[in-house]
C-alpha cells in the first residue's frame, strides 16, 4: 500500500497550492483520507479529512482557506490550499484509515493506518 503526495512548492503569502494524493496498491473503499502536517521543530498535527462519503473536517487554523476534496473512482484525494500564510510553511503528509466512523475522527493521528511521504510547502512573507 502506497500514498504518493505531489503539488507541494514554494509561494508567496496569500497565494495558493493545490496538494494531491494518489492511494495505490489496494482499493481504500471506505477510508477516511486526509493531510497532517509538520512544521520545523514542531508535532505532526491533523489539517483536513475527507470520509468516503465526502463528509468533511478541517483544523481550526485552516478552516475557510482550505479545501479537501477526493475522487473515489481514482483512489485520489487534493487539499486545495488558498490565502497561504507563513504559518502554513510545513511538509504536508497524506494519510488513510479505515474503520473511522467520521472524518473527525481522523484528527486523533494515532488513528491513521497509513502514511505517504511528505511534500514541502514554504509560504513566503
Known amino acids: 500500500v502506497q500514498l504518493q503526495a505531489s503539488g507541494g512548492g514554494l509561494v508567496q503569502t496569500g497565494g495558493s497550492l493545490r496538494l494531491s494524493c494518489t492511494a495505490s496498491?489496494?482499493?481504500?473503499?471506505?477510508?477516511?483520507m486526509g493531510w497532517f502536517r509538520q512544521a520545523p521543530g514542531k508535532e505532526r498535527v491533523f489539517v483536513a479529512a475527507?470520509?468516503?462519503?465526502?463528509?468533511?473536517y478541517y483544523a481550526d487554523s485552516v478552516k475557510g482557506r482550505f479545501t479537501i476534496s477526493r475522487d473515489n473512482a481514482k483512489n485520489t484525494q487534493h487539499l486545495q490550499m488558498n490565502s497561504l500564510k507563513p504559518e502554513d510553511t510545513a511538509v504536508y503528509y497524506c494519510?488513510?484509515?479505515?474503520?473511522?466512523?467520521?472524518?473527525?475522527?481522523?484528527?486523533?493521528?494515532?488513528?491513521?493506518?497509513?502514511w505517504g511521504k511528505g511534500t514541502q510547502v514554504t509560504v513566503s512573507s
Open positions: 496498491g489496494r482499493t481504500f473503499s471506505g477510508y477516511v
Open positions: 494519510a488513510a484509515a479505515l474503520g473511522l466512523p467520521t472524518a473527525q475522527a481522523m484528527s486523533v493521528a494515532g488513528l491513521v493506518g497509513y
Open positions: 475527507i470520509s468516503w462519503s465526502g463528509g468533511t
